[in-house]
């Protein structure tokens, strides 16, 4: 299935605001990212840093991604 993740702070600087992937059912975040790493190299440094959001929910790893689902991911920020 197609998924299409909205990116935000450095992640949108790089490479934009949204980007899409293909992944296989049934998905979870983590292979939602490790689909993403792939296709998107520059993802790579972030490793497992940005938190990642599903339906405006907090997602850990092990969730669920499903069709139509709003994926978005969100880098660590610094500042002060």
Same mark, same amino acid.
């Given at each position: ?20 992937? $293909?992944?296989?059912?049934?998905? %979870?975040? !983590?292979?939602? #990212?490790?689909?993403?790493? +792939?296709?998107? *190299? /520059?993802? =790579? ?10 339906? $405006?929910?907090?997602?850990?790893? %092990?969730? !669920?991604?499903? #069709?139509?689902?709003?994926? +978005?991911?969100? *880098? /660590?920020? =610094?500042?002060?």
């Amino acid at each position: 299935m197609k998924v299409d993740v909205l990116l935000f702070a450095a992640l949108k600087d790089e490479l934009g605001p949204q980007v899409s992937v $293909e992944v296989d059912e049934p998905a %979870t975040v !983590a292979s939602l #990212r490790r689909a993403l790493e +792939a296709a998107y *190299p /520059p993802l =790579a440094r972030f490793g497992g840093r940005a938190k990642a959001a599903v339906n $405006e929910t907090w997602a850990r790893e %092990t969730d !669920a991604v499903k #069709r139509g689902d709003t994926v +978005a991911l969100l *880098p /660590p920020v =610094a500042g002060g």
